[in-house]
Each structure stands twice: as structure tokens, then as C-alpha cells.
């Protein structure tokens, strides 16, 4: 049932490369593209600690999951990848109020959708 969960689920505690020393069951990880240890030889699988031992969900392309340590969504398509955050518009000769009104709107509607980190 634990893995019917993370796999349904999809949300990870983060993104690392050496399984952690007291993992608690149920908890899942994103492994990153160097992993050592116990994870060598499983990059970019979601491992998941289940009664004593590791379980791994391979990717495919269209997958997302939320990283929890990040604060935002990971979307893989060959490799995992999180969205990154635009900067808001400033400076020029014209400054054009409601597109930048716009712009900061769907940046807000994005970190909300947890494609962006929300700021700490």
C-alpha cells in the first residue's frame, strides 16, 4: 500500500544523491543524476522506504511530482527538471503598468500551481 501511495501521491521529502540514514516508512525521494551508496546505478528513480528497504519508481516522460524541500513541482521529460523563475519586468524607456500587473499575476498563479517555489 505504501507504494500505491507515493506512486499515487507523488510528493517527495527532496532531491538527493545518498539515501538518508533513518528513513521512515513511506517517505519518498528523488534521486538525483550522481547517487552513491545503496542508490548507485539508480538515477533520477523515486525511492521509497518501505518495512527496511528500497523501492523504485522508474520516470517516464510526462511525470511530475512535488519536491517538498524545494517547495515546487519537478517535471521529467528525459531528465527531471524544475521550472525556473522568470524575473519580473523592470527598467525601460516605457513602462507598460498592466503587463507587468499581468506578468506578476500568472508568476503568482504559478507558484500557487507549485511550478514555482513559493518565496520563504
Not at 505504501?2 to 513511506?26: F, K, R, Y
Not at 517517505?27 to 551508496?37: E, N, R, Y
Not at 524607456?93 to 507587468?100: G, K, M, P, S
Request: contains cysteine.
Amino acid at each position: 500500500m505504501a507504494l500505491i501511495d507515493c506512486a499515487t501521491q507523488m510528493v517527495v521529502e527532496a532531491a538527493i544523491n545518498v539515501p538518508p540514514a533513518e528513513p521512515i516508512d513511506g517517505q519518498c525521494f528523488l534521486i538525483t543524476a550522481s547517487p552513491d551508496g545503496e542508490w548507485a546505478g539508480k538515477a533520477d528513480r523515486i525511492a521509497i522506504w518501505i518495512s527496511g528497504g528500497w523501492h523504485y519508481v522508474v520516470p517516464f516522460d510526462g511525470m511530475a511530482i512535488f519536491d517538498r524541500s524545494a517547495n515546487s513541482s519537478v517535471f521529467y521529460n528525459s531528465n527531471w527538471a524544475y521550472a525556473l523563475l522568470p524575473a519580473l519586468p523592470f527598467g525601460g524607456n516605457t513602462i507598460d503598468a498592466e503587463a507587468r500587473e499581468a506578468i506578476a499575476g500568472l508568476i503568482q498563479a504559478l507558484r500557487i500551481a507549485g511550478v514555482f517555489p513559493n518565496p520563504e
